[in-house]
């Protein structure tokens, strides 16, 4: 009887996951052939970019670390940047990191402060990862160059949402300085590197 709902647990098990990395599959799939990935941002951030005001698009977010149906979110992320590729890696990745700037803003307007500084930090993550895989491209100067821009406008955009639900901080206040912090200098870094790029 044991063993037989053992092998019951697995073949279930089984089945999640390569129904799991099937609809993985066909997200990237819809997402990159239909410009989707262009068009997923919602809530709109203004920023300011060198001397002119700049709209950046953030994307709505569902459920929530701190909901334990979560995991499945996470492993779908993963598989988003398993099978995909080039540039469309690259785009993923930063939409990963929209969606993680965005659930800060979520789960500190709730205050549930932890999972928030820990959205924060992961979008950071992710932003430097959308960086590294937009950087090691081969694709046309002007597409790097729109891509990089973009990269460059999320840090901004980032830094706004951090900054709007500072007051939720105060119980907290050594991790969310560290966390605005390590936004300021990845912000830094980039106008060199826009500078460069954009010369």
């Known amino acids: 009887m ?20 099937s609809l993985a599959r066909a997200g990237v ?39 334990p149906l979560y995991l499945f979110k996470r492993v ?17 990745a930063l939409l990963l990191a929209d969606k993680k ?15 928030a500084l820990e959205s924060g930090n992961e979008a950071v993550d992710k932003l ?4 590294y895989l937009s950087e090691n491209l081969n694709i046309s100067d002007v597409a790097k160059k729109l891509l990089l821009n973009q990269i460059y406008e999320a840090g901004y955009a980032y830094k706004q949402v951090f900054v709007l639900s500072g007051d939720k901080f105060n119980n907290n206040l050594e991790s969310y300085k560290q966390l605005l912090n390590r936004i300021n200098e990845w912000n830094k870094k980039q106008e060199k590197s826009v500078v460069e790029i954009n010369n």
């Open 2 to 21: 044991v063993r037989k709902i053992f092998v019951v647990m697995v073949i279930g098990l089984l089945g999640v996951g390569i129904l799991m990395v």
């Open 29 to 67: 799939e819809i997402m990159t052939k239909n410009g989707s990935l262009e068009t997923m941002g919602k809530k709109e951030i203004t920023v300011i970019k060198g001397n002119k005001l700049v709209v950046y698009k953030l994307p709505e977010t569902g459920i929530l670390p701190n909901n």
């Open 76 to 92: 779908r992320d993963h598989l988003w940047l398993v099978f995909s590729y080039g540039i469309n890696k690259s785009k993923i």
């Open 101 to 115: 700037a965005a659930e800060f803003g979520r789960l500190a307007t709730q205050e549930n402060i932890d999972w």
């Open 128 to 131: 430097e990862y959308a960086y």
